[in-house]
Antibody, heavy 122, light 112 residues
Framework: QVQLVQSGAEVKKPGASVKVSCKASGYTFIGYYMHWVRQAPGQGLEWMGWINPNSGVTNYAQKFQGRVTMTRDTFISTVYMELSRLRSDDTAVYYC???????????????WGQGTLVTVSS | QSVLTQPPSVSAAPGQKVTISCSGSSSNIGNNYVSWYQQLPGTAPKLLIYDNNKRPSGIPDRFSGSKSGTSATLGITGLQTGDEADYYCGTWDSSLSAGHVVFGGGTKLTVL
């Protein structure tokens, strides 16, 4: 069965960076784009970008350009999301989410990680 | 402020039907597929509908989706207390060169 397992909760100081991992299993890793979506406490969903695990090509939301980096390691079927220059309003649960369509990005997500809480506080 | 507009809350009695609307524009809903997600408290979102009206395996046919122009609708029939959750619509938006995903602000469903 498809599973996305994310790394554990993080507490960071303002200005620091955080790197969240998402290990995929149960399907052909390089066949499906992976997206990152975050959710601030009590708020809605916010898309951050996607990575094509096959090519490594990325597409970031304009809001996060210059602060976010998405990478992958095909040998261990894992994608990473690193967010730098953290601010207090980056406090949120960060999810990885698999694209529903094979080999394309259509913006629909059929499997989600369990979420990683990132708390930014001095 | 979300790009897609959803009502903040809807409510209905058990066994009844409810609809949740999602309004956008030609750069998003008007020219792209819509998906719908259910988020129970403290859990990750779950895909209910994709490509406007397709259900992933395991999603009961009590859940349905439709799209007309720049609006989409999620319908839920035979409401159960377990359907109490937040519901989000999402779609691709082509307004920027690379395209991006946008979501509605979410609708809280209360089953009275």
């Amino acid at each position: 069965q498809v599973q996305l397992v994310q790394s554990g909760a993080e507490v960071k100081k303002p200005g620091a960076s955080v790197k969240v991992s998402c290990k995929a299993s149960g399907y052909t890793f390089i066949g499906y784009y992976m997206h990152w979506v975050r959710q601030a406490p009590g708020q809605g969903l916010e898309w951050m970008g996607w990575i094509n695990p096959n090519s490594g090509v990325t597409n970031y939301a304009q809001k996060f350009q210059g602060r976010v980096t998405m990478t992958r390691d095909t040998f261990i079927s894992t994608v990473y999301m690193e967010l730098s220059r953290l601010r207090s309003d980056d406090t949120a649960v960060y999810y990885c989410a698999r694209e529903v369509s094979l080999d394309t990005a259509m913006g629909a997500f059929d499997y989600w990680g369990q979420g990683t809480l990132v708390t930014v506080s001095s | 402020q979300s790009v897609l507009t959803q009502p903040p809350s809807v409510s209905a009695a058990p066994g009844q039907k409810v609809t949740i609307s999602c309004s956008g524009s030609s750069s998003n809903i008007g020219n792209n597929y819509v998906s719908w997600y259910q988020q129970l408290p403290g859990t990750a979102p779950k895909l209910l509908i994709y490509d406007n009206n397709k259900r992933p395996s395991g999603i009961p046919d009590r859940f349905s989706g439709s799209k007309s122009g720049t609006s989409a609708t999620l319908g839920i029939t035979g409401l159960q207390t377990g359907d109490e959750a937040d519901y989000y619509c999402g779609t691709w938006d082509s307004s920027l060169s690379a395209g991006h995903v946008v979501f509605g602000g979410g609708t809280k469903l209360t089953v009275l």
